[in-house]
């Protein structure tokens, strides 16, 4: 009878044991996949990951004149809001390893102050890797007052060493809007 009763225990125990542990390791992973995913893009390039690099890396590169890329910018919202978001213009050809500057414009169309943050994207992926921002409005959270409009630049530098059958890029932002709290 005893060994029944201890059996039990053994059992129960096992069972408890097993209960608490899961929950935990459940939990540690979720806490991990952010991290986990961040840097299973940034070792493949997949989903449009941007680099970040210096003005003095950038102003370091050697410029390829021989080539040149067609850079598409588009823009969206994510969510219903008042807001208006779009490139201050939709192309421009570049030669890898040159600097150039463009212009994103935004307006908020709402009666109060809003906090905004942009996600980048690049296409293609294999493209994404080669391509290195050094001033972004992404990189910050921006504030808008009530009704404000602004312009904001994006500093980037496509890498000399972007694969050669890669003669267009497309340079995606989505607005999204930050809830207070």
């Known amino acids: 009878m005893e060994d029944k009763a201890a059996a ?5 125990r096992a069972l408890l044991t097993k209960l608490f542990v899961f929950p935990v390791l459940m939990f540690g992973f979720g806490y991990l996949m952010v991290p986990l995913y961040d840097i299973f893009c940034d070792l493949t390039g997949l989903n449009g990951k941007t ?3 210096s003005s003095a890396q950038a102003s370091q590169m050697q410029v390829d004149t021989s080539r040149q890329i067609k850079i598409e910018f588009t823009s969206s919202i994510n ?4 807001w208006e978001f779009r490139p201050a213009e939709p192309t421009m050809l570049v030669h890898p390893g040159k600097p150039y500057t463009t212009e994103f414009i935004a307006v908020n169309k709402r009666n109060e102050a809003v906090i905004s943050q942009s996600v980048p994207s690049v296409t293609p992926n294999k493209a994404a890797a080669h391509f290195d921002k050094t001033e972004c409005f992404c990189f910050t959270e921006q504030k808008f007052d009530a009704l404000e409009e602004r ?24 607005l999204f809007t930050k809830e207070p709290g």
């Open 151 to 174: 312009k904001m630049p994006v500093t980037f530098v496509v890498g000399t060493a972007v694969p050669k059958d890669v003669d267009r890029i497309t340079l995606s932002y989505t």
């Open 8 to 12: 039990g225990k053994r059992s129960m």
């Open 79 to 82: 969510q219903q809001g008042n």
């Open 51 to 53: 680099g970040a690099i």
